[in-house]
DNA sequence: TGGAAACCTTGAAGCCGCTACAGTGTCAAG
DNA sequence: CTTGACACTGTAGCGGCTTCAAGGTTTCCA
């Protein structure tokens, strides 16, 4: 099949698939005379699995290791294991940063309860102080953005 | 004070500083003769509320806005509180994504209690399952990275 | 058979919020 | 007067795509 068909029948967009390719996840293909890339059955069960993966949020660099194991079926697993279980480690500490985060920002948002002039609002007050509190104290939090 | 001095003061990388500066988060400087940025004491408040935001995971489109409501004290501050909710909003989004997520990664990872050959490896076999299970029919998840 | 439309190709640039250079200039201390 | 610490500009890189430009190939229909 071609690389559209390979989008449709995975969900892939079709730039995405040769980004992929670009940086070693899936194998070169074969071309066609016209040059066009040609994929088969492996191809949709690769590509397949490397979404799973995305879709539990893991970085390519993992979903390389994992491919590569998948590639050795007579190596053992326990480094699969052990990535596993150290993405769940960066999972949790990801949802106990934002929760913290959602709380700092629940009491900054009582700060302010009506509409009024910029000038008396609670909100800019409390960042503007809290800011002069920490000032020069805080280093880069490890937590990512929530956008 | 120099462009170190306020790094200093604020806990803030130089790098950072000039790229607040190109990206218009920070006014141009005046200059000393030698060509160096002078700042004074506005400065070190406004970026002490900059990083503030930052560390409330704010992006700097969202703090561009609260800045130039900082800097009319006269306008009223309804967009303030309305920017402030919708912001916790995508912070609660994110923490219900990443307990899903947890808990598939939980369960992913009780597939396989001890090492063994890859090709036995319940996890690996779970992920290709899945794969195909929802080939084709999952869109882009609104959760953004753990890492 | 011809011509349009749908597909494919490569390569480069853009997104975010920095970070890290390279190459040069300025200034203060000893 | 030299050394070293700081400052300057400009560019490239990170991840994981997405988007665009400028073309080449194939397919479909009249």
New interface residues.
């Given amino acids: 099949m071609k690389i559209g068909e390979l989008g449709?029948?995975?969900?892939v967009e079709v730039e995405t698939i040769r980004y992929y390719e670009k940086v070693g996840i899936l194998p070169t293909p074969a071309r066609t005379a016209g040059n066009y890339r040609h994929y088969g059955n492996q191809h949709?069960?690769r590509l397949?699995?490397v979404?799973?993966?995305r879709?539990?949020?893991m970085?390519l660099d993992e979903i390389r290791v994992?491919l590569q194991?998948?590639d050795?079926?007579?190596?053992?697993?326990?480094k699969?294991?052990q990535l596993?279980?150290e993405?769940?480690g960066?999972?949790?500490e990801?949802?106990a940063a934002?929760?913290q985060?959602?709380q700092?920002?629940?009491k900054?948002?009582r700060q302010?309860h009506k509409?009024?002039?910029?000038?008396?609002?609670g909100?800019?007050a409390e960042?503007?102080q809290?800011?002069?509190r920490?000032?020069?104290?805080?280093?880069k939090?490890h937590?990512?953005?929530?956008?």
């Fill in positions: 449709q029948t995975t969900g949709v069960d397949n699995f979404r799973r993966c879709s539990l949020d970085k994992l194991f998948r050795t079926p007579e190596s053992n697993c326990g699969v294991n596993l279980d993405h769940i960066h999972v949790g990801r949802i934002l929760t985060l959602e700092d920002l629940r900054l948002r302010c509409v009024q002039k910029v000038k008396d609002c909100i800019l960042i503007a809290a800011a002069n920490i000032g020069g104290r805080v280093g939090s937590i990512a953005g929530a956008h």
